[in-house]
């Protein structure tokens, strides 16, 4: 499984990345507006910082204007990745784009049927919503398995990146599952490390440790 980053912070990025953790990052304008600072620049960054995929993020609506600002911010980089909303115009753009060779990351996914269309569509990545669906108690993960079953079942090459993931239990269902991409906070990704029943093995590791006074520098 791919994880990308979902995150404008460049430090942030800059140690997951250091670890081998970064395999790309998806970001936003809000996202972006938060930090202050110019977006072509920030992505520019981000772009020089990480190998894989950067998911820049269109901000117009109709298709004519979706796709020249996404020619604009494939300027930035090579490894850019315009990201468009699931909307009948995002999937005119879609197809423009990725038709002239370019990666499309299709997001805001909240069912299958849309799904299918942005793959038929050319997308290069679906972005499945988990957290927002399940914020209206519904089961985020069955959107996952439901993609995942339809392409399949047709060899549709468009990857499931599974995004507005809220907790480390949203990573391990999605990887069950068969998602081919998590995009998650810097902090969620951390939070995979933590287990009480090793904090509580460290603790009395390190008890043993100092009671023997055994060092080995």
């Known amino acids: ?11 942030a990025i800059a140690e997951l990345n250091d670890l081998g953790m970064v395999d790309g990052v998806t970001t936003n304008p809000s996202l972006i507006k938060k930090s202050g600072r110019d977006i072509i620049e920030v992505t520019k960054e981000i772009c020089d910082l990480v ?3 950067v998911s820049a993020e269109v901000t117009a609506v109709d298709a004519e204007t979706m796709i ?27 197809k423009t784009l990725s038709d ?7 997001t805001l996914c909240f069912s299958a049927n849309q799904a299918l269309l942005a793959a038929k569509a050319g997308a290069t990545f679906i972005s499945p919503f ?4 399940d914020d209206i108690n519904l089961d985020g993960m069955e959107l996952i398995e439901d993609i995942r079953t339809v392409y399949d079942n047709y060899h549709f ?3 499931i990146l599974a995004a507005s993931i809220r907790s480390v239990n949203h990573i391990l269902d999605s990887a069950r599952i068969g998602a081919d991409v998590i995009t998650a906070p810097p902090a969620v990704i951390k939070a995979m490390v933590n287990h009480p029943l090793t904090d509580k093995g460290l603790d009395a590791f390190l008890k ?5 006074d055994i060092k080995i520098l």
Do not use: Y
């Not at 499984?1 to 430090?11: L, P, Q, R, Y």
């Not at 002239?100 to 299709?106: E, I, M, Q, S, T």
């Not at 988990?130 to 669906?133: A, E, K, P």
């Open 157 to 159: 090459e468009t990857e």
């Open 130 to 133: 988990i957290g927002r669906l």
């Open 208 to 212: 043993d440790i100092k009671a023997a």
């Open 51 to 53: 190998a894989g995929p």
């Open 100 to 106: 002239d060779g370019h990666k499309v990351n299709v």
């Open 68 to 94: 020249a600002e996404g020619r604009k911010l494939l300027e930035i980089a090579e490894n850019i990745t315009v990201k468009v909303p699931l909307t009948w115009d995002g999937l005119k753009a879609c």
């Open 1 to 11: 499984m791919k994880f990308f980053v979902d995150t404008a912070e460049i430090d």
